[in-house]
T-cell receptor, first 116, second 114 residues
Framework: SQTIHQWPATLVQPVGSPLSLECTVE??????LYWYRQAAGRGLQLLFY??????ISSEVPQNLSASRPQDRQFILSSKKLLLSDSGFYLC???????????????FGPGTRLTVL | GDSVTQMEGPVTLSEEAFLTINCTYT??????LFWYVQYPGEGLQLLLK?????DKGSNKGFEATYRKETTSFHLEKGSVQVSDSAVYFC?????????????FGTGTSLTVIP
């Protein structure tokens, strides 16, 4: 069966420090991968999605970036964190178009980031 | 453009009360519709889905019927439990049948008190 991992679970970082959040998926190949942010009391905002290694699409302008160095690895990064980057970051995956047509996205447990 | 509008919360109910969380959608064509649930401190889990008009999705006592005539996908449960306390999200895919990019509603927080 497929599983999705995120780490760390919680992170407290000072303003201006770098960030690296990692997400890995097991039990499937060539998944679509997604990064979402959920600010306190708000809905989900799609930040990035990827349909393959090295292919990243950005949904909103920001100081965050994403990379996909391996098929089942998705990394969210920042060179200098802002206070407004605080939130709950969720990674998700879905079956890619080439394997089967399905709409369901499956979410990881999330990373709680607090920028002070 | 395509979107979902979800009933705002928070909602507080007593145990065994009836729950309705409203969701309406705007879409070209007939996309699949979803409800996700987020328990405190966790990621989102798929609760139920419906893939075409008049379909009823159901899981864990929750139900939602895909109604084309009212463009709605309201979530219902006949008797809520304390363990149902969570945030509920209505969602639809931006491009049907691709698993790519979802519109998520803003979420409705439910608290069930004993």
């Amino acid at each position: 069966s497929q599983t999705i991992h995120q780490w760390p679970a919680t992170l407290v970082q000072p303003v201006g420090s770098p960030l690296s959040l990692e997400c890995t998926v097991e039990g499937t190949s060539n998944p679509n991968l997604y990064w979402y942010r959920q600010a306190a009391g708000r809905g989900l905002q799609l930040l990035f999605y990827s349909v393959g290694i090295g292919q990243i699409s950005s949904e909103v302008p920001q100081n965050l970036s994403a990379s996909r160095p391996q098929d089942r690895q998705f990394i969210l990064s920042s060179k200098k964190l802002l206070l407004s980057d605080s939130g709950f970051y969720l990674c998700a995956w879905s079956v890619s178009w080439g394997q089967a047509r399905t709409d369901t996205q499956y979410f990881g447990p999330g990373t709680r980031l607090t920028v002070l | 453009g395509d979107s979902v509008t979800q009933m705002e919360g928070p909602v507080t109910l007593s145990e065994e009360a009836f729950l309705t969380i409203n969701c309406t959608y705007t879409a070209t064509g007939y996309p699949s519709l979803f409800w996700y649930v987020q328990y405190p401190g966790e990621g989102l889990q798929l609760l139920l889905k419906a893939t075409k008009a008049d379909d009823k999705g159901s899981n864990k006592g929750f139900e939602a019927t895909y109604r084309k005539e009212t463009t709605s996908f309201h979530l219902e449960k006949g008797s809520v439990q304390v363990s149902d306390s969570a945030v509920y999200f209505c969602a639809l895919p931006i491009i049907p049948n691709t698993g790519n990019q979802f519109y998520f509603g803003t979420g409705t927080s439910l608290t069930v008190i004993p």
